[in-house]
């Protein structure tokens, strides 16, 4: 093993980042606009990037590097967050973007891309981050591009070549096997970063500190002290334009395949030995392979797909899915999706997890909702009827407040023995009030670092495909009645009774 | 003179939180948008007299944005009589992008010398509870008086800034003897050396130049014009101890005004310098190869920030402190 540098400090030396370049494939999109480069500009801007770390972006429309410079510049001054553009910093960050144009299926695109790289090898030491922010269609040929240019490897000693996936990682199981085994054919497995953003996002990585750093919790995080678990992810906005793409994915595939089982994971997995990348990824791992999957009947009652019709919110009338441009008129697209899952191991047997997620529904909110079980015995039945039934709840807001609190009865001033829920509150944004780092700025800088706790494994996206196919395949064989919610609303009633069946209900977020 | 009681203190406080919290309500004023107050540590900055209050004030501000708590700031004059006063105040500032205002709580407590063992009983009563307890003493004075023991005890971190001291190894000699008591003790003058210790440890994340390590058998400092201080002390204990070889320590005063100016390593075949430039240059020379790296400079509340960033124990600075006292002992 190569000796360890004895000048490090953790405590005091922040991780460094070593010389790399990072080729972004889709460079013109869509996401490399809002998120990728302002990320990277942030990262800058926070001296994380490393001295020299050229930038290419490639896609087809030609342009020069200025002219590339300057789109990247507006978009960074549009959709940079809760951070001061810095005129002369950009100056600097933009002396090192380059714009490589090209057909990523043109195998002469990758000869003039590998000439560019090798001009940068001895800033960069010959380490390469490919990001893969096209459409997924594209992945396939840009890794068997980047291979049989032997862009794959690096030339010189010790230098890694890594390459970012985005989500979807297929769109069932079958494809995501097809494409991990092109990935793997350029790539061995430790190289290939899954990215799963939500899994960046500062509050998802609270919860690890919540349950792991804390003693009080954990001995109460078993079926028998929790009740049953909600997670719900609401977006107020529609397709905002992306109707086509999205009428092939749907809510189930878009986020719960992805996202929402990640949240699960992280909420229900067993505490890692370490917090190093590969016992925490195993962990994760372990509990999706646990995951219940629905058997013909359950599939019926446990899942329920909704597509949102027009509505009334505010003063805006806002038009059903089927109304978007670019969606067909009788779309069986799912925008809401709802699904009780189990797990199948010692702690959690029995409880149920509840996941929903939809497009058009009154407020865009992601939260955990951990609903303990009820006091055994009511003593103040007399004075508060009813009353001692409100169980303790423990909720973990993801977005947009970032924070934690914990609901609880507590006595009403005055006689008697009325009570009333309260809550306690910690909120990130009075406790630290500095600006928390995006999910692309912490997982770009791990990408570059070489830490992919925070990425998915291909075993991990084979497991939630376990899960989820089957609920996909069940609602494709079926002819649902869409649309079945009104814009603005908390998705079909079919949603809530599955709740019901269980004696449940959603809580409102 | 009237009463200064930390119960008068905290009424005043409360006092304070409703009117601000009216203010901000009203409509049309900046930050109709409400308050949040935040606090996480109480943080005690006994400062030296000749300070500015604006300067502490804006050290606290700066700071607040990462480490929000309620300060309280002890200023002494001299004399005999007795004199004890206490104000009450609010910063407050609005985060990149965001309506509302985030406010911190800042209490100023004047006494003269004859009135500093009040001053302990008072501070005790203003603690917030549960939360940590942190006493910045910017003058070294305070630290080796009597009267200011009793914070000592209850405090979670006290952080010194021997640049300040006007006998440094004296105190870092009772830093050591606060460490072996099991006081949390730390020092802005060790905080001082982070950049120079990234930049070295950076070079050596080369397997090529780690290798070569063990050929070091010189280490040279070469100071500013004033001579050999904490900083340089503490960074040549820390380039022999992580070298892990019997290497010499050297000091050579140079004419900069930083207090370091340069580090050498040498072998007989090993050649390595860092350099202070101009401004925030360094010049890195390796085996007769130059380049030049930018080096950053912190100002006082940038340590401070750093030093408030560390919960844990700072166990490199606790094995280096002792060595850094021999070096300074034996007067190299
Ligand atoms: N947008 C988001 O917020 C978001 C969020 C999560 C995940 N994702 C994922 O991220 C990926 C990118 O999404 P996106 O929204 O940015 O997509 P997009 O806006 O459609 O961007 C794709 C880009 O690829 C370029 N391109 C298309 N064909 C090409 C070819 N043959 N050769 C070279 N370049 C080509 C296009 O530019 P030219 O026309 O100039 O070639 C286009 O700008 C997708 O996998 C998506 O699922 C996106």
């Given at each position: 093993?190569?000796?360890a540098?004895?000048?490090?400090?953790?405590?005091?030396?922040?991780?460094?980042?070593?010389?790399?370049?990072?080729?972004?494939?889709?460079?013109?999109?869509?996401?490399?606009?809002?998120?990728?480069?302002?990320?990277?500009?942030?990262?800058?801007?926070?001296?994380?990037?490393?001295?020299?770390?050229?930038?290419?972006?490639?896609?087809?429309?030609?342009?020069?590097?200025?002219?590339?410079?300057?789109?990247?510049?507006?978009?960074?001054?549009?959709?940079?967050?809760?951070?001061?553009?810095?005129?002369?910093?950009?100056?600097?960050?933009?002396?090192?973007?380059?714009?490589?144009?090209?057909?990523?299926?043109?195998?002469?695109?990758?000869?003039?891309?590998?000439?560019?790289?090798?001009?940068?090898?001895?800033?960069?030491?010959?380490?390469?981050?490919?990001?893969?922010?096209?459409?997924?269609?594209?992945?396939?040929?840009?890794?068997?591009?980047?291979?049989?240019?032997?862009?794959?490897?690096?030339?010189?000693?010790?230098?890694?070549?890594?390459?970012?996936?985005?989500?979807?990682?297929?769109?069932?199981?079958?494809?995501?096997?097809?494409?991990?085994?092109?990935?793997?054919?350029?790539?061995?497995?430790?190289?290939?970063?899954?990215?799963?953003?939500?899994?960046?996002?500062?509050?998802?990585?609270?919860?690890?500190?919540?349950?792991?750093?804390?003693?009080?919790?954990?001995?109460?995080?078993?079926?028998?002290?929790?009740?049953?678990?909600?997670?719900?992810?609401?977006?107020s906005?529609?397709?905002?334009?992306?109707?086509?793409?999205?009428?092939?994915?749907g809510?189930?595939?878009?986020?719960?395949?992805?996202?929402?089982?990640?949240?699960?994971?992280?909420?229900?997995?067993?505490p890692?030995?370490?917090?190093?990348?590969?016992?925490?990824?195993?962990?994760?791992?372990?509990?999706?392979?646990?995951?219940?999957?629905?058997?013909?009947?359950?599939?019926?009652?446990?899942?329920?797909?909704?597509?949102?019709?027009?509505?009334?919110?505010?003063?805006a009338?806002?038009?059903?899915?089927?109304?978007?441009?670019?969606?067909?008129?009788?779309?069986?697209?799912?925008?809401?999706?709802?699904?009780?899952?189990?797990?199948?191991?010692?702690?959690?047997?029995?409880?149920?997890f509840?996941?929903?997620?939809?497009?058009?529904?009154?407020?865009?909110?992601?939260?955990?909702?951990?609903?303990?079980?009820?006091?055994?015995?009511?003593?103040?039945?007399?004075?508060?009827?009813?009353?001692?039934?409100?169980?303790?709840?423990?909720?973990?807001?993801?977005?947009?407040?970032?924070?934690?609190?914990?609901?609880?009865?507590?006595?009403n001033?005055?006689g008697?023995?009325?009570?009333?829920?309260?809550?306690?509150?910690f909120?990130?944004?009075?406790?630290?009030?500095?600006?928390?780092?995006?999910?692309?700025?912490?997982?770009?800088?791990?990408?570059?670092?070489?830490?992919?706790?925070?990425?998915?494994?291909?075993?991990?996206?084979?497991a939630?495909?376990?899960?989820?196919q089957?609920?996909?395949?069940?609602?494709?064989?079926?002819?649902?009645?869409?649309?079945?919610?009104?814009?603005?609303?908390?998705?079909?009633?079919?949603?809530?009774?599955?709740?019901?069946?269980?004696g449940?209900?959603?809580?409102?977020? | 003179?009237?009463?200064v009681?930390?119960?008068?203190?905290?009424?005043?406080?409360?006092?304070l939180?409703?009117?601000?919290?009216?203010?901000?309500?009203?409509?049309?004023?900046?930050?109709?948008?409400?308050?949040?107050?935040?606090?996480?540590?109480?943080?005690?900055?006994?400062?030296?007299?000749?300070?500015?209050?604006?300067?502490?004030?804006?050290?606290?501000?700066?700071?607040?944005?990462?480490?929000?708590?309620?300060?309280?700031?002890?200023?002494?004059?001299?004399?005999?009589?007795?004199?004890?006063?206490?104000?009450?105040?609010?910063?407050?500032?609005?985060?990149?992008?965001?309506?509302?205002?985030?406010?911190?709580?800042q209490?100023?407590?004047r006494?003269?010398?004859?009135?500093?063992?009040?001053?302990?009983?008072?501070?005790?009563?203003?603690?917030?509870?549960d939360?940590?307890?942190v006493?910045?003493?910017?003058?070294?004075?305070w630290?080796?008086?009597?009267?200011?023991?009793?914070?000592?005890?209850?405090?979670?971190?006290?952080?010194?800034?021997?640049?300040?001291?006007?006998?440094?190894?004296?105190?870092?000699?009772?830093?050591?003897?606060?460490?072996?008591?099991?006081?949390?003790?730390?020092?802005?003058?060790?905080?001082?050396?982070?950049?120079?210790?990234?930049?070295?440890?950076?070079?050596?994340?080369?397997?090529?130049?780690?290798?070569?390590?063990?050929?070091?058998?010189?280490?040279?400092?070469?100071?500013?014009?004033?001579?050999?201080?904490?900083?340089?002390?503490?960074?040549?204990?820390?380039?022999?101890?992580?070298?892990?070889?019997?290497a010499?320590?050297?000091?050579?005063?140079?004419?900069?005004?930083?207090?370091?100016?340069?580090?050498?390593?040498?072998?007989?075949?090993?050649?390595?310098?860092?350099?202070?430039?101009?401004?925030?240059?360094?010049?890195?020379?390796?085996?007769?190869?130059?380049?030049?790296?930018s080096?950053?400079?912190?100002?006082?509340?940038?340590?401070?920030?750093?030093?408030?960033?560390?919960?844990?124990?700072?166990?490199?600075?606790?094995?280096?402190?002792?060595?850094?006292?021999a070096?300074?002992?034996?007067g190299?």
């Amino acid at each position: 093993m190569a000796e360890a540098n004895p000048f490090l400090d953790s405590l005091r030396l922040e991780r460094r980042v070593p010389p790399c370049a990072i080729v972004i494939f889709g460079a013109n999109g869509d996401l490399t606009k809002r998120k990728l480069i302002p990320a990277l500009y942030r990262l800058a801007f926070e001296r994380k990037l490393p001295p020299a770390c050229a930038i290419f972006g490639n896609s087809r429309t030609p342009m020069s590097d200025d002219d590339y410079r300057g789109k990247m510049k507006e978009a960074t001054q549009q959709f940079l967050e809760d951070s001061p553009f810095d005129e002369a910093l950009w100056e600097q960050f933009a002396r090192n973007l380059y714009y490589v144009a090209g057909d990523l299926k043109d195998p002469a695109f990758y000869q003039q891309l590998k000439v560019q790289l090798a001009a940068q090898e001895t800033a960069t030491g010959g380490n390469v981050l490919f990001y893969l922010s096209t459409q997924p269609s594209h992945y396939e040929p840009a890794v068997e591009g980047l291979g049989a240019a032997g862009l794959n490897v690096g030339g010189l000693p010790k230098a890694w070549r890594r390459v970012v996936v985005e989500k979807p990682f297929g769109h069932d199981l079958a494809s995501a096997r097809e494409l991990n085994k092109v990935l793997q054919s350029a790539f061995p497995e430790r190289d290939v970063y899954r990215i799963d953003h939500y899994l960046g996002k500062e509050t998802v990585q609270n919860v690890l500190a919540f349950r792991f750093a804390n003693g009080i919790f954990e001995p109460l995080w078993n079926r028998r002290y929790i009740n049953h678990i909600q997670i719900t992810a609401a977006e107020s906005i529609g397709v905002e334009g992306r109707g086509a793409y999205y009428q092939e994915s749907g809510a189930l595939k878009d986020m719960i395949q992805n996202h929402l089982l990640q949240v699960m994971a992280t909420i229900a997995m067993e505490p890692s030995a370490v917090f190093e990348p590969t016992s925490v990824r195993d962990e994760r791992a372990k509990l999706l392979r646990s995951i219940r999957i629905h058997s013909e009947a359950e599939l019926a009652t446990h899942t329920v797909a909704g597509q949102y019709g027009s509505g009334r919110v505010g003063n805006a009338d806002l038009p059903g899915f089927r109304q978007e441009p670019g969606v067909s008129p009788d779309a069986q697209t799912d925008t809401f999706a709802a699904a009780t899952f189990f797990v199948d191991n010692w702690r959690w047997a029995g409880v149920p997890f509840y996941i929903r997620t939809g497009k058009r529904m009154p407020k865009r909110v992601t939260d955990i909702a951990i609903h303990f079980n009820a006091a055994p015995l009511s003593i103040f039945e007399r004075d508060a009827p009813g009353q001692t039934a409100r169980p303790n709840l423990l909720i973990i807001r993801i977005q947009p407040e970032e924070g934690i609190s914990l609901r609880f009865l507590s006595k009403n001033p005055g006689g008697g023995m009325r009570l009333r829920p309260v809550s306690m509150d910690f909120s990130y944004g009075s406790s630290f009030g500095v600006r928390t780092p995006t999910a692309y700025e912490t997982l770009l800088e791990d990408a570059m670092a070489g830490d992919a706790t925070l990425y998915t494994r291909q075993d991990m996206v084979e497991a939630s495909w376990q899960v989820v196919q089957p609920i996909s395949d069940y609602w494709r064989s079926h002819y649902h009645v869409f649309p079945n919610y009104e814009a603005g609303t908390w998705g079909p009633q079919a949603s809530d009774e599955m709740l019901a069946r269980r004696g449940h209900v959603w809580r409102v977020p | 003179m009237t009463t200064v009681t930390p119960d008068r203190i905290l009424k005043e406080m409360q006092q304070l939180w409703i009117d601000i919290g009216k203010t901000a309500m009203e409509p049309g004023v900046k930050g109709e948008h409400g308050i949040l107050r935040a606090c996480a540590m109480t943080l005690v900055i006994a400062a030296d007299e000749e300070e500015e209050t604006a300067d502490i004030g804006e050290t606290i501000a700066e700071l607040m944005h990462h480490h929000p708590s309620r300060a309280i700031v002890l200023r002494v004059r001299d004399g005999g009589d007795e004199f004890l006063e206490s104000r009450v105040y609010a910063q407050c500032w609005r985060p990149f992008g965001r309506r509302q205002q985030i406010c911190c709580e800042q209490i100023e407590i004047r006494s003269s010398e004859a009135s500093l063992r009040d001053i302990p009983r008072i501070v005790l009563g203003l603690m917030v509870p549960d939360l940590p307890v942190v006493l910045v003493c910017r003058s070294a004075l305070w630290f080796g008086s009597n009267s200011f023991a009793p914070l000592l005890r209850v405090a979670n971190r006290i952080i010194l800034d021997t640049r300040r001291a006007p006998h440094p190894v004296q105190t870092m000699t009772q830093l050591e003897a606060a460490h072996q008591q099991g006081l949390r003790v730390s020092d802005l003058a060790w905080t001082a050396i982070t950049e120079w210790r990234r930049h070295i440890a950076a070079l050596f994340d080369d397997a090529t130049l780690l290798a070569r390590l063990r050929e070091v058998h010189h280490i040279r400092v070469t100071t500013g014009s004033m001579g050999a201080s904490a900083e340089a002390w503490y960074l040549a204990a820390w380039l022999q101890r992580s070298a892990g070889v019997q290497a010499g320590v050297s000091f050579t005063t140079g004419t900069s005004t930083n207090s370091i100016h340069a580090v050498d390593l040498k072998g007989d075949a090993f050649s390595l310098s860092l350099q202070r430039g101009e401004g925030s240059v360094l010049a890195i020379l390796r085996d007769g190869l130059a380049a030049s790296v930018s080096f950053a400079l912190s100002s006082d509340w940038e340590l401070l920030r750093e030093e408030l960033s560390i919960t844990g124990d700072d166990r490199v600075y606790h094995a280096v402190l002792p060595r850094a006292i021999a070096l300074a002992a034996a007067g190299r």
